[in-house]
């Protein structure tokens, strides 16, 4: 499974960005899509959003809800993630990633066998 993102760059608060990220190698739709961040400095990745392979069922990290939405495209094997009303602490490197656990667990890092290469956010004035 190969994972591509794209859309970051820098953005002033309250301000919107569009990531996207496109899955080759295996079925798009084996997979429940998920987007992690990892902030400047932090430790390990962040659970964000997820939506599920099956009937688009979506979940988020609780102080995204409102202002992110996660969506996907089965024709062209995307997924992407609307970011509106960005904050500083937004900012960091963003991946997608792709497992096949259960979709009770999807917000854990631990079941994503599969990530991108990252795309850098930077909410700043």
Same mark, same amino acid.
């Given at each position: ?6 859309? &970051? ?5 309250? &301000? @919107?960005? +569009? #990531? ?6 295996? *079925?798009?739709?084996? /997979? ?7 902030? *400047? &400095?932090? &430790? +390990? ?7 599920? %392979? +099956?009937?688009?069922?979506? %979940? !988020?990290? =609780? ?9 996907? =495209? ?6 992407? #993630?609307?970011?509106?009303? #960005?904050? *500083?602490? =937004?900012?960091?490197? /963003? !991946? ?15 079941? /994503? *066998? /599969? ?8 909410? @700043?004035?």
């Amino acid at each position: 499974v190969q994972l591509q993102a794209s859309g &970051g760059g820098l953005v002033q608060p309250g &301000g @919107s960005l +569009r #990531l996207s990220c496109a899955l080759s190698g295996r *079925p798009f739709s084996a /997979y429940h899509m998920g987007w992690f961040r990892q902030a *400047p &400095g932090k &430790g +390990r990745e962040v659970f964000v959003a997820a939506i599920s %392979r +099956r009937d688009g069922s979506t %979940r !988020y990290l =609780d102080s995204v809800k409102g202002r992110f939405t996660i969506s996907k =495209d089965n024709a062209k094997n995307t997924v992407d #993630l609307q970011m509106n009303s #960005l904050k *500083p602490e =937004d900012t960091a490197v /963003y !991946y997608c990633a792709a497992t096949q656990s259960i979709w009770a667990r999807v917000d854990l890092r631990c079941e /994503y *066998p /599969y990530f991108g290469q990252g795309t850098l956010v930077t909410v @700043s004035s």
